[in-house]
């Protein structure tokens, strides 16, 4: 359990807000956080932190799937959000590699209330913007997008994608994803993107 | 145009602040201290607190006088204030049952547990101007204490904090309406989230507590006079000191300190429907920081009436009284119509204009014969 | 004198507490991820009276950082005395750079306008908005417009249009013209002139919207689907002002103020975006916006 002291709770959050707007705004583009003085828990990259210490507090709650337990008093301590039923998750942390089905479970909101959805953040080995070997190519349109855009990602399961998709099928009810990876890269996919990939 | 089409918006705005600061100052009259707004003007201090939604008395005095009088706008500075603040904790519900009671009257019955305690009001007094006030002296002042207290026999001066409440006596006799079956009791705070409609009770009560007195005072009125569902009897209508106690980490309950309030339980009678079989007794609640008798009564008329009233009338419809009586926002609004709307107007302008435009291309062979016609006239 | 030390409050950076303004970023987040569709916000006091620009004030205090340069527009004048208070405000509590240069800055809060400069991937523009709904013209209750905007039933707007359109020949809107947002949702631009919803459409900015009195916030991402609402044979057209010239610069392809004179009867026009009008004045390089309506006004002007 580590209460981070380096981190500055005004204006880290804020410039690391900025860079995760933009992404979303802005699908496949790929932005770093630049240099990371957070020492997260094991299964949970540092850029993962970030993004839960810019977003979450006591008004939120989040679920974490593998080293659940060390990673909720993490936030908790951290953030004071508290953890919950991946249902009622307004956050929603996993790997790459785990069992797309859970992301079946997620709240998609409501049509009245679309908002009242909720994030995942996916922690994935490697995030190019370039073709790299062994990763999967992913194709973005949409809004935010120029026509289309294209990103390589290392370390992402066919079936979690899939999910995403299945759990965005039904606009404007859906999640919207927050990609993470080993060094401090970040990229969004908001549920309005209609991606494919190789 | 000049403050626009000329770039001095920062100088006019600079110099408008000092203006307005010297209307307050140009008579060189005494310093007003915080004291003194706070102790002679109880009742407007009181009626900023509730609209101002924090309980504090020297700031709703500071604000009273930055603003020059205006209680809507002091109210507005304190709202403004209570805005920055951390919110720490949440207190345990107070008991208005345990309320040190300055003022106790019920329209209802004619004798009430405890009696009936008129307390400090002017309602059976005559509203004539008093000219004595004129030139009131520190030695008028200290006459008068002096002579108050010298009636007082502190012999007989009894603490008489708890009594019974009217309503209570109804409820023992099965004459109150049962709560209705979907009464939604979820407790919202108005001040960390945008409400939706149709609201909680939670919502109605909050909303009314801080909301501006006239607006309030217009709608309960409408209701009364035919516009909603007519004329309610107070049950009963308190004023005193209700102490607060938090939760500590422990959960040992703290007392921090009392607060004023006023609180009216109004009686209704609820409209009878065909499934109805019997007429019950139903309560309008009212309760505002300070003492502000008016605000109380209205609200707890609202209250009621945005719970069971008939849906047709305004003063019944819950969006409708909580959005147009919540001071700071109407005020706001109403005034910004002093900004620049040429942008908007222009917009506007050109619309219009195409048209009228249009309507004359119509009629314009109707134009010639016209034209043609009073020429002939004319020769 | 400790009891003048009871009044002196010393203000958070940006004034809001952070826990406020982490719900108005996850909101805005999901607005972003939403575009068109109203989410609402908690929206607290501020020292700003409502209707004069608490929401835009909202977003920007949100999101502004160290490394901003923040400029802010009334009516299109960086020198409107409430832009100047506004602008006054944020400069205090977070001692942000300021301009008047379209060009220069990174956030932009604006009043009823859309700079006539073109905006770029890097600056993000902010909306006052006084009335998010843009179905409350047709239907007063919130619960209903709600419900209206959930089942994608814009039946009733459409009529009112349409009905208009029968009784003075055109769609009468002016300004805050309603338009449909990523084939989705109808969405109250704010009262912009007709003359910059296109460049709402396929934009290469954020753009990000706030209504505090009516606590909603709303985001147009970059690269979305922005279109007027029109019929196949009512179709929607900017102003024109082609038969004008500003009477400082004889530009004409721009937002005109129209200005009565002192005699009461003549008119003259000035290009009303006040930081446009100085570059053309200086002989300033400007980039403007493009769209197709502007296009077709260029090319009229050059047939004359």
């Known amino acids: 359990m580590i209460r981070e002291v380096n981190y500055n709770e005004i204006f880290d959050a804020q410039v690391h807000f900025r860079i995760i707007l933009d992404c979303m705004a802005r699908p496949g583009k790929v932005n770093n956080f630049g240099k990371i003085t957070v020492h997260s828990p094991d299964n949970l990259h540092p850029a993962s932190a970030l993004v839960a210490f810019a977003l979450l507090n006591r008004d939120v709650s989040f679920y974490a799937n593998k080293n659940n337990s060390e990673i909720a008093e993490y936030f908790i301590v951290n953030t004071y959000s508290k953890p919950s039923a991946i249902k009622n998750a307004d956050f929603v942390f996993i790997n790459g590699t785990d069992d797309g089905k859970i992301l079946l479970e997620t709240n998609t909101g409501l049509l009245e209330y679309p908002e009242k959805s909720a994030t995942v953040i996916i922690d994935v080995d490697n995030i190019y913007d370039v073709p790299k070997d062994q990763t999967h190519e992913i194709i973005l349109k949409g809004p935010g997008v120029e026509s289309e855009k294209r990103v390589y990602i290392r370390n992402i399961s066919d079936h979690i994608l899939q999910s995403v998709k299945e759990q965005n099928a039904e606009y404007p009810l859906g999640i919207d994803v927050i990609l993470t990876d080993s060094v401090g890269n970040v990229m969004c996919i908001p549920r309005t993107n209609n991606f494919s990939w190789n | ?379 | 004198m400790i009891e003048n030390k009871k009044f002196n409050t010393s203000y958070n950076y940006a004034f809001i507490d952070e826990t406020t303004k982490k719900e108005i970023r996850r909101k805005l987040l999901k607005a972003v991820c939403i575009p068109g569709y109203q989410v609402p916000y908690s929206s607290p006091e501020m020292p700003i009276a409502r209707g004069w620009g608490t929401g835009g004030l909202h977003v920007t205090l949100a999101i502004i950082g160290k490394s901003d340069t923040l400029k802010m527009i009334d009516q299109g004048s960086d020198a409107s005395v409430n832009a100047c208070n506004l602008r006054d405000f944020i400069h205090m509590t977070t001692d942000c750079a300021t301009t008047y240069d379209t060009v220069e800055a990174t956030i932009i809060q604006t009043r009823h306008r859309i700079t006539e400069e073109k905006l770029t991937d890097k600056q993000i523009m902010v909306f006052q908005v006084p009335q998010p709904e843009p179905l409350r013209m047709v239907e007063r209750y919130e619960y209903k417009t709600r419900q209206m905007h959930a089942e994608s039933d814009y039946a009733k707007m459409w009529l009112t249009l349409y009905e208009a359109f029968v009784k003075w020949g055109a769609v009468m809107h002016g300004a805050d013209y309603p338009v449909m947002v990523n084939n989705r949702y109808i969405m109250a631009p704010s009262p912009i002139p007709r003359w910059d919803i296109p460049n709402l459409n396929n934009a290469e900015c954020l753009y990000l919207f706030g209504a505090g009195r009516e606590k909603r916030l709303y985001a147009v991402p970059p690269h979305t689907k922005v279109e007027p609402l029109e019929f196949e044979d009512v179709k929607f057209h900017i102003e024109d002002f082609s038969d004008v010239k500003c009477a400082s610069s004889g530009y004409n392809i721009a937002y005109m103020d129209e200005m009565f004179q002192d005699d009461g009867v003549s008119k003259k026009f000035y290009v009303n975006d006040s930081n446009f009008l100085d570059k053309l004045l200086e002989k300033k390089k400007v980039i403007q916006h493009s769209n197709k309506y502007l296009n077709k006004i260029k090319d009229a002007l050059q047939r004359k």
């Open chain 2, 1 to 379: 145009m000049a403050y626009v089409s000329v770039k001095g918006g920062a100088d006019a705005i600079a110099n408008a602040k000092e203006l307005v600061e010297y209307y307050r100052l140009k008579h060189r009259t005494k310093p007003l201290e915080i004291k003194q707004l706070q102790s002679q003007f109880r009742l407007g201090i009181d009626k900023i607190m509730g609209e101002g939604s924090l309980y504090a008395p020297e700031y709703a005095a500071l604000a009273f006088k930055q603003m020059e009088g205006d209680v809507l706008e002091a109210a507005f500075v304190l709202r403004a204030f209570r805005a920055t603040l951390q919110r720490r904790y949440y207190s345990e519900i107070i008991n208005t049952r345990d309320m040190l009671i300055r003022r106790k009257i019920s329209s209802s019955f004619r004798e009430v547990p405890g009696g009936q305690v008129l307390g400090p009001t002017r309602d059976y007094t005559q509203r004539l101007i008093d000219s004595s006030k004129y030139n009131e002296s520190m030695e008028d002042i200290d006459k008068f204490l002096k002579e108050f207290d010298g009636k007082i026999d502190k012999k007989k001066l009894v603490e008489i904090t708890t009594f019974n409440k009217v309503i209570d006596l109804l409820r023992a006799e099965g004459l109150l309406m049962p709560a209705e079956a979907h009464y939604d009791k979820t407790v919202k705070d108005v001040t960390l989230e945008a409400i939706k409609f149709p609201a909680p009770r939670s919502v109605t009560l909050q909303m009314l507590a801080r909301a501006e007195t006239g607006g309030v005072l217009a709608l309960a009125y409408s209701s009364m006079r035919g516009f909603g569902d007519g004329h309610g009897t107070i049950g009963e209508l308190r004023y005193g000191s209700v102490k607060i106690h938090i939760s500590d980490p422990k959960g040992r309950k703290r007392y921090i300190g009392s607060i004023n309030v006023t609180e009216c339980e109004m009686i209704t009678k609820i409209n009878t429907t065909k499934e109805a079989k019997i007429p019950y007794f139903a309560i309008g609640y009212g309760l505002v920081f300070g003492h502000n008798e008016t605000k109380a009564i209205c609200m707890s008329i609202l209250e009621r009436g945005i719970r069971t009233g008939k849906k047709e009338n305004p003063s019944n419809n819950q969006e409708f009284v909580l959005y147009h009586t919540e001071g700071v926002e109407s005020t706001g609004f109403t005034n910004h119509l002093k900004l620049p709307h040429y942008v908007t107007f222009q917009s506007g302008l050109n619309n219009l204009r195409e048209s009228v435009k249009r309507n004359v291309d119509a009629n314009e062979e109707k134009m010639k014969v016209y034209r043609e016609m009073s020429k002939q006239f004319q020769k």
